[in-house]
């Protein structure tokens, strides 16, 4: 698709609510429209030469054309660092801020090529869609954990709000229920439907499968949105990031939706719907995607902290410079991570090969307390002058108040206050507004909850055997001394040196 063709592509029947009224057209309502357009950027560029040989590669699904990198299966090393190079394009399209890109779902949708069989009798979906998605570079989104409603109880005992399936037609599932938070998902063409963190022991809480935004029976019931705030509020001066980069999150209800039988992966195999997240190859590659996303983001931040300590004179004092460098290490960090996940791939099925995932946890680690720690600096560091600041860009077009705003408003080494209060109110944007402040949520649980993310990384390693592998390592050291010495031949233990220190 074309930028043009996907916005066109949004103009159908999805029901959309935000404010108590149900959105007529996603592409013009003024909490989507920047947001669309945004997304239409990523789709152009896929069309522009500046991007094509960084962005896209011929399809391998069958047919031909070409299609954005990461929607292909990675068979190499050099595969994967040219995805991440794609990725990491496309990220600089947004600076970062978006998330849920199309790309990110290709996490999911460049696996189904190389593990169809892994979903049984449901394997040629997994083809089809495979070849479909390439061809279009579709937009899927997800839901695919339970509302936090009473989730100190299994699935099957709060069935009035996890999505289960109510009843089994020729056509297909009929499936209610709701997820949260289905980030994104007004802007998407599909969403991708599973149940994460809690065991599922009954068959109809058993599901994988995807459903059309515009499907009867979908609602998706929207937050605030920083868009349409934005507008209320200012102009693209004032919020420069919220006003057209909000992927708005949503509360999904299913009522009685029917998912056709080609539009499911997995139904009623509680073995497998278990084993999703560890065969299905998608966390390995949606931790990679997110670690260069995020690398691009902090990238962003990192430049507009540098200008912002320059505006307010204080660059040259050394423990700005010090937090500056940590926040320089943070970027390098997450590069190097991304880095180390396509150059060490691991070996997968039929050929192909995933990003390793020991760098893709430790990403999901540290990107929670490193987000936090970035915007705490700039807090730190910037301090007030990120409220030193006029209401609006209109406090610049009056007479009365211009003046005063040119002298006392002014940056350090000659900057205009228009340019320091414009750098000001998109680091504001950035980090202090409810967009800002939104994405260090976001940040923090994108990739799971604090205490889960540390377990997972635990749990793999034991089931892979590196920990017995350390354990060993640790042994190995402890098996070369004993009470009486070492009890390895090329090392002395100096007895005689005993008999001196014990002299009276």
């Known amino acids: 698709m074309t930028g043009e063709e996907y916005v066109e592509s949004l103009r159908d029947a999805r029901e959309v609510y935000v404010y108590g009224e149900r959105v007529k057209d996603v592409t013009t309502h003024p909490a989507f429209h920047n947001p669309v357009r945004m997304t239409a950027r990523l789709y152009d560029a896929l069309h522009d030469d500046r991007y094509r040989d960084v962005l896209t590669c011929p399809v391998d699904g069958g047919g031909d054309g070409y299609t954005h990198r990461f929607f292909t299966t990675p068979r190499s090393a050099e595969d994967l660092v040219a995805a991440q190079g794609a990725i990491a394009a496309w990220a600089r399209l947004s600076y970062g801020w978006m998330g849920r890109s199309p790309d990110y779902k290709a996490s999911f949708l460049g696996t189904l090529g190389a593990n169809a069989d892994f979903y049984g009798p449901y394997a040629d979906n997994a083809r089809r869609w495979y070849r479909e998605s390439q061809e ?47 980030t994104g998902s007004a802007l998407a063409h599909y969403n991708f439907i599973a149940h994460y963190g809690l065991p599922i022991r009954k068959r109809e809480f058993a599901l994988v499968a995807t459903v059309p935004m515009d499907a009867p029976g979908v609602k998706l019931i929207c937050r605030p949105s920083y868009t349409a705030t934005a507008a209320v509020a200012g102009s693209p001066f004032d919020y420069p990031l919220s006003s057209r980069l909000d992927e708005n999150d949503t509360i999904l209800v299913m009522d009685k939706v029917l998912i056709p039988w080609e539009n499911v992966f997995i139904y009623g195999d509680l073995g ?29 931040l990192a430049g507009l902290l540098s200008k912002a300590l320059q505006v307010t004179g204080v660059r040259d004092f050394r423990g700005v410079q010090s937090r500056l460098g940590e926040v320089l290490a943070w970027r390098n960090l997450f590069w190097g991570l991304s880095d180390a996940a396509a150059r060490n791939p691991v070996p997968w099925k039929d050929g192909a090969v995933l990003p390793n995932g020991d760098y893709g946890m430790a990403y999901r680690w540290f990107m929670q307390v490193g987000y936090p720690r970035l915007r705490e600096i700039i807090l730190q560091d910037v301090a007030s002058g990120l409220i030193y600041v006029p209401s609006s860009a209109e406090d610049f077009r009056n007479p009365q108040t211009r003046p005063y705003l040119d002298k006392y408003v002014r940056g350090s080494g000659g900057v205009t206050a228009v340019e320091r209060v414009k750098l000001m109110k998109l680091l504001w944007d950035a980090i202090g507004s409810e967009f800002g402040s939104r994405h260090e949520l976001y940040e923090r649980n994108y990739s799971g909850n604090h205490e889960n993310t540390r377990v997972e990384l635990y749990a793999s390693q034991l089931a892979s055997g590196q920990l017995a592998g350390y354990e060993r390592f640790a042994e190995q050291c402890m098996s070369e001394y004993d009470l009486d010495g070492w009890t390895v031949p090329d090392l002395e233990s100096f007895p005689d040196l005993k008999n001196l220190i014990n002299r009276p």
Request: proline share 7%; charged share 25%.
């Open 272 to 300: 497998k719907v278990q084993m999703f997240t560890a065969r299905s190859g998608f966390p390995e590659r949606f931790t990679f995607h997110g670690c260069i996303r995020l690398a691009v983001k902090l990238e962003f």
């Open 136 to 182: 279009k570079v579709l937009f899927w989104n997800h839901a695919i954990v339970h509302p936090p409603v009473d989730r100190d109880r299994p699935p099957d005992e709060v069935a009035d709000v996890f999505v289960h399936v109510e009843a089994e037609t020729d056509a297909g599932l009929v499936v209610s229920g709701a997820k949260v938070v289905a």
